[in-house]
């Protein structure tokens, strides 16, 4: 039971010293958690208690099923953007249908990722590379807080997409709120300043490292505090600046997905994507804070973790969640020790809905915006194309088709174009894989490529190292490539296919090395494998090909070259001053 149900695990030592270090944590992050939940959802264009009812039921869900001891559950930034992109295709924001769309979202999200930790399919992630990631995050972050820019500025403007967003803000910058931009820049600024420079200004003051830096954490909270009291001293509500406004006082409502298939129909593919890319983020931050302790998470059950806190947050009215990085650094650095602590912040957020929501009437939404904007541009990575482009090109090109198409055409398209274009890439390269013509490094048993390395040869042996598997992807390459090397080499009597780094031979690839087979008998000259490795060599054995081949099967390549170097041709002698190209 304790692998479906970690509780089960770690409750087992929970004890008073466990139970303070949860407590505390709990409180610092439920501080820091209140005004992120008010504006994700208005970032997912929901009411914002609707962020307090996703930090809730999600949070206990998690406690119960989740690996990590330090993550926290909730609404976060991309997901938040995912779901106003998926919900707005289907209902306007602010009826009901949206709202439905968005409880429906969560309930879909978790069913599916319930089912893909089930049948222990984490590895579905790997299909979105680190660079794809990169990408969409980047652009998600632009995105983010390019639709806050309106807050700030008090002006009405839309858009689904970056050219749109710019367009609306240049159309309605003539209608700007002077009192809304003099909430929102101070308050902008303020937060920037609280990220970069409150820690080390109370480090100054005698202050720890630790207590510092919790401190800074609950910057947000000042700037709630200190706009309420703006709102209120200044009567900002009738100088046309956009509130909270009444916020519902209680525990989180029953609610029910939407059970029209029409609705599903149109919801299920942005609900997959918002899965996926949740819990790749989520399983990026519990690894990370799980290596620091030197413990572990397991992938699978992270799935049925998350899916049981969307369901968890679509029956209580919330919207997707997943583990979020900056709370779940905070829980961390807080000092929590189990997945308590979740469910201790979870009793927080109860209660600041039951009697805090008041309170919140004249909380500005500038405020809120604010506070997006500076989490948000936290995650644009401009480090990244620099460091691709030098590296790896292809890799570059999947980063930025990603960001450019995130940007251009909405998060969803940009999420299936970046695993579209990265799949393309890898197929490409799996098609052509690398192959080097290899000799025998003087006075060792190595063998390494003649554009590299000064390495003897003989001319009537001609030693190809195959670096990839043999698949149906790239066999015919292969095939083509000894051909072409053994007719540029007239004087060839024998080929090795040095088989060290083949892992798997398809049936397309024992395909071609028959047909190779057949046309070096045909031309009168020796084929062998060498260094193949044992399961490798198991399924050759179960065929007609190792019976077939018209050479030798050498345990190493320097028994093979040796052999074979002494049969039917001059001494070896090494080869003049190779050019040292690129592999």
């Keep these: 039971m304790a692998q479906y149900l970690p509780i089960l695990e770690w409750g087992r030592t929970y004890n008073g010293s466990v139970l303070t270090n949860d407590l505390v944590a709990a409180i ?12 994700y959802a208005l970032l997912a264009g929901l009411p914002p208690v609707v962020g307090l009812y996703a930090s809730i039921l999600p949070l206990v869900a998690y406690a119960i099923f ?14 938040s953007l995912m779901t106003a992109s998926a919900a707005g295709a289907v209902a306007a924001q602010g009826t009901e249908l949206y709202l439905e769309a968005a409880i429906t979202l969560a309930a879909l999200s978790g069913v599916m990722l319930a089912v893909l930790g089930f049948l222990r399919m984490g590895f579905l992630a790997n299909l979105l590379s680190h660079p794809v990631i990169s990408g969409f995050i980047t652009a998600s972050g632009i995105l983010i807080a390019t639709s806050q ?3 700030i500025l008090g002006v009405s403007a839309g858009g689904d997409n970056w050219p749109e967003m710019l367009g609306g803000l240049a159309a309605a910058i003539d209608t700007v709120n002077p009192w809304t931009l003099a909430i929102g820049i101070p308050a902008t600024l303020f937060l920037f300043w609280v990220r970069k420079g409150l820690k080390p200004a109370l480090v100054a003051m005698g202050l720890s490292s630790r207590a510092a830096d919790i401190a800074a954490k609950a910057g947000p909270v000042v700037a709630v505090v200190a ?12 100088r046309g600046v956009n509130l909270v406004g009444a916020i519902p006082q209680g525990l989180p409502p029953f609610a029910l997905p939407s059970t029209d298939l029409g609705l599903i129909g149109q919801l299920w593919v942005p609900a997959l994507l918002i899965s996926i890319i949740g819990f790749v983020e989520s399983v990026s931050v519990a690894q990370t804070l799980a290596a620091k302790r030197r413990q572990r998470i397991a992938p699978n059950q992270e799935l049925i973790g998350l899916g049981a806190s969307n369901i968890a947050s679509a029956f209580s009215g919330g919207y997707p969640v997943t583990g ?9 650095d807080a000092g929590a020790e189990t997945p308590a602590a979740g469910a201790y912040t979870a009793v927080g957020i109860a209660l600041a809905g039951l ?45 930025m088709a990603t960001i450019a198409i995130t940007l251009l055409a909405g998060v969803e398209l940009g999420v299936i174009a970046g695993v579209g274009v990265g799949l393309l890439l890898y197929l490409w390269r799996a098609s052509r894989p690398h192959a080097a013509i290899v000799g025998r490094v003087p006075e060792t048993e190595h063998f390494r490529n003649v554009d590299r390395h000064k390495v003897f040869t ?5 030693s190809v190292r195959i670096d990839e598997s043999l698949t149906y992807l790239n066999a015919r390459w292969l095939e083509e490539y000894v051909l072409e090397e053994v007719a540029d080499r007239p004087e060839v009597r024998h080929v090795i296919l040095m088989c060290s780094a083949v892992n798997e031979i398809d049936a397309s690839g024992l395909e071609s090395l028959e047909a190779i087979n057949h046309r070096m008998t045909d031309a009168g000259i020796g084929l062998h494998l060498s260094e193949v490795k044992g399961p490798v060599m198991d399924r050759l054995k179960r065929t007609h090909f190792v019976d077939e081949l018209n050479g030798q099967v050498f345990l190493s390549q320097n028994r093979a070259f040796r052999e074979l ?16 190209g690129m592999i």
């Design 355 to 399: 009697f805090l929501t008041p309170l919140l009437y004249s909380l500005p939404i500038a405020t809120l915006a604010a506070t997006i904007i500076v989490a948000v541009l936290s995650l644009v990575d401009l480090k990244t194309p620099g460091q691709l482009w030098n590296y790896s090109k292809a890799d570059f090109a999947a980063h």
């Design 565 to 580: 170097a002494t049969n039917g041709g001059p001494p070896a002698e090494p080869i003049p001053d190779a050019a040292r």
């Design 227 to 238: 706009t309420i009291l703006a709102a209120i001293g200044l009567n900002l509500e009738d």
């Design 324 to 332: 979020g990085f900056a709370r779940s650094v905070v829980n961390f």
């Design 149 to 151: 820019l309106k807050h």
């Design 28 to 39: 610092i992050v439920t501080i820091m958690l209140i005004p992120q939940s008010l504006a």
């Design 66 to 79: 989740g690996t990590s001891r330090t993550l926290a559950v909730g609404p976060v930034a991309v997901v």
């Design 458 to 462: 003989v001319p009537h042996v001609l």
